[in-house]
């Protein structure tokens, strides 16, 4: 092996564990502030601040905080921000970017030693991308967790008001009595109000952190009542109903549109599994597709392309609105 491509792989590999280390330092130095605290209930980007703290008198780095903040400030900062916090990853955006390139450099390293170099950078294309689509995986996840919970959410707060509680008194019981992530929503609007901050701006942080039509309904119908007055059990009873079929609908979409997903996910990732195969079995039968860079690159790039626009017409052809 070139002995430049070994010393590029050694320090590769000395930055991931430089990286790792700056990374536990930084979680372990980690104590918020008070302005954290509230900034963390204020601000609908940030995650919910644990009801118990931490014990010792830690503090998190001047280093730490400056980086944060000053990634925090650019326009790509905020989207990673909101994202981590519809997802609910207690991790900041300084520690994203850590573990993105932790993640590129590490597959780009070790993929290099033993496959080359052409392998090492689709390794590390697939590392970079990869926190990006945990956090979307978690996102869609989350949220589908949520929209199954509404409907049974939205009998308790029917049950609540129907009690003689309060709109925030049903509140506090659904953040008390429902399961995650329904109870961590509503705790955070309760917080936010108790802080100050006016229901209706609490119920439109948690609309922007939880991005779901069923639930835009209800905000919807509860600051409508609050301007206007009216019977706000009655309407969520109504409301609640909506939503059940709602889900019902969505159910039924998804069995009956579930054997295109499955074929275009299988589609597409046929040529690319079966080409990982040979690559294993007979490396010189595939090498030259590689090793060629006038006609086999051109082609890897053409047939990666044209399995991109089939999952996407796939895709497209398989959402239905509803």
């Excluded at 909101?82 to 997802?87: M, N, T």
């Excluded at 705790?187 to 779901?212: A, F, K, N, P, T």
């Excluded at 997903?261 to 030259?288: D, E, H, Q």
């Amino acid at each position: 092996m070139d002995t430049t491509l070994i010393i590029a792989i050694v320090a590769g590999l000395i930055s991931i564990i430089i990286l790792i280390a700056g990374v536990v330092s930084m979680r372990s130095a980690r104590q918020d502030e008070i302005a954290d605290r509230l900034g963390r209930f204020t601000d609908f980007n940030e995650y919910v601040v644990p009801e118990v703290a931490e014990e010792g008198p830690k503090e998190p780095s001047q280093l730490t905080k400056s980086l944060d903040k000053k990634l925090t400030e650019r326009e790509f900062g905020k989207k990673i921000k909101i994202a981590l916090a519809k997802a609910d990853l207690k991790i900041t955006v300084a520690e994203y970017f850590a573990l993105q390139v932790i993640t590129t450099v590490g597959a780009f390293a070790l993929v290099t030693l033993f496959r080359g170099i052409i392998l090492g950078v689709v390794a590390g294309a697939v590392g970079f991308f990869a926190p990006r689509i945990y956090v979307n995986r978690r996102q869609n996840k989350r949220l589908l967790k949520f929209e199954t919970q509404l409907p049974d959410t939205v009998s308790l707060w029917v049950n609540g008001l129907r009690s003689g509680y309060s709109v925030m008194q049903a509140m506090e019981a659904i953040a008390k009595e429902s399961p995650e992530p329904t109870s961590t929503e509503f705790r955070r609007v309760v917080q936010e109000v108790q802080l100050g901050i006016s229901m209706e701006d609490g119920l439109d942080h948690m609309l922007q952190r939880v991005e779901s039509e069923d639930l835009d309904l209800i905000v919807t119908a509860v600051n409508i009542q609050r301007e206007v007055g009216g019977n706000l059990a009655e309407i969520l009873e109504v409301i609640g109903h909506t939503i059940r079929e709602r889900i019902k609908l969505k159910g039924e979409i998804r069995v009956l549109t579930s054997q295109g997903r499955y074929t275009g996910y299988l589609i597409s990732g046929l040529p690319i599994v079966l080409a990982l195969f040979l690559m294993v079995v007979n490396p010189n039968y595939m090498g030259g597709l590689f090793e060629n860079r006038m006609c086999g690159w051109p082609m890897i790039g053409i047939a990666l392309g044209m399995i991109g626009l089939g999952t996407a017409a796939i895709q497209r052809i398989v959402d239905i609105d509803y």
